[in-house]
T-cell receptor
Framework: GAVVSQHPSWVICKSGTSVKIECRSLDFQATTMFWYRQFPKQSLMLMATSNEGSKATYEQGVEKDKFLINHASLTLSTLTVTSAHPEDSSFYIC??????????FGPGTRLTVL | SQELEQSPQSLIVQEGKNLTINCTSSKTLYGLYWYKQKYGEGLIFLMMLQKGGEEKSHEKITAKLDEKKQQSSLHITASQPSHAGIYLCGADLMKTSYDKVIFGPGTSLSVIP
């Protein structure tokens, strides 16, 4: 099946710094990528949907200036958490799909902000 | 083999019929989530189950967790075309801390008017 990777898998950073998370589709072209966030023992919550070459669509309540999403190519999307704070500590998962195809999930990135 | 399996893989039902989708884990379940996906859209969270025997309902959708059997079922009563989509179960397989959510392969549901 299709493979989606994320990097890094785990990151610890100081409060106030920015962190970039990469999501790559390794063996297929992803026209759409989704970014999710999961708090401990809670459900995944969709943050934004990004289509290659266009601006991401953010879900209600998600700050677009804080969570910058770039989908520059058909195989790469990045999520940058700007000026991270401890409350941003969470698990971030991306998924990717081709043309209206199944979503394939990445392994996730655990962010801890000190 | 996958840690989470779903059955059936796909389902076509007549509007008004009831249906059940099953999600079975090869490991102990500490949390089970049900999601719905419409083609090309993000996942929509439906329900979360954490305790064995727990049952939750939302509108015409009911989900149960059988912890002993490491299985959850999603039941839709009087299906409607709006129920069509892909249903995914996700599982939390860690007890003491959260880790990545493991997803099942999905069940594609079509409802014929």
């Amino acid at each position: 099946g299709a493979v989606v990777s994320q990097h890094p898998s785990w990151v610890i950073c100081k409060s106030g710094t920015s962190v970039k998370i990469e999501c790559r589709s390794l063996d297929f072209q992803a026209t759409t990528m989704f970014w999710y966030r999961q708090f401990p023992k809670q459900s995944l919550m969709l943050m934004a949907t990004s289509n290659e070459g266009s601006k991401a669509t953010y879900e209600q309540g998600v700050e677009k200036d804080k969570f910058l999403i770039n989908h520059a190519s058909l195989t790469l999307s990045t999520l940058t958490v700007t000026s991270a704070h401890p409350e941003d500590s969470s698990f971030y998962i991306c998924s990717a799909s081709g043309f209206g195809d199944t979503q394939y999930f990445g392994p996730g990135t655990r962010l801890t902000v000190l | 083999s996958q840690e989470l399996e779903q059955s059936p893989q796909s389902l076509i039902v007549q509007e008004g019929k009831n249906l059940t989708i099953n999600c079975t884990s090869s490991k102990t379940l500490y949390g089970l989530y049900w999601y719905k996906q419409k083609y090309g859209e993000g996942l929509i969270f439906l329900m979360m189950l954490q305790k064995g025997g727990e049952e939750k309902s939302h509108e015409k959708i009911t989900a149960k967790l059988d912890e002993k059997k490491q299985q959850s079922s999603l039941h839709i009563t009087a299906s409607q075309p709006s129920h069509a989509g892909i249903y995914l179960c996700g599982a939390d397989l860690m007890k003491t801390s959260y880790d990545k959510v493991i997803f099942g392969p999905g069940t594609s549901l079509s409802v014929i008017p």
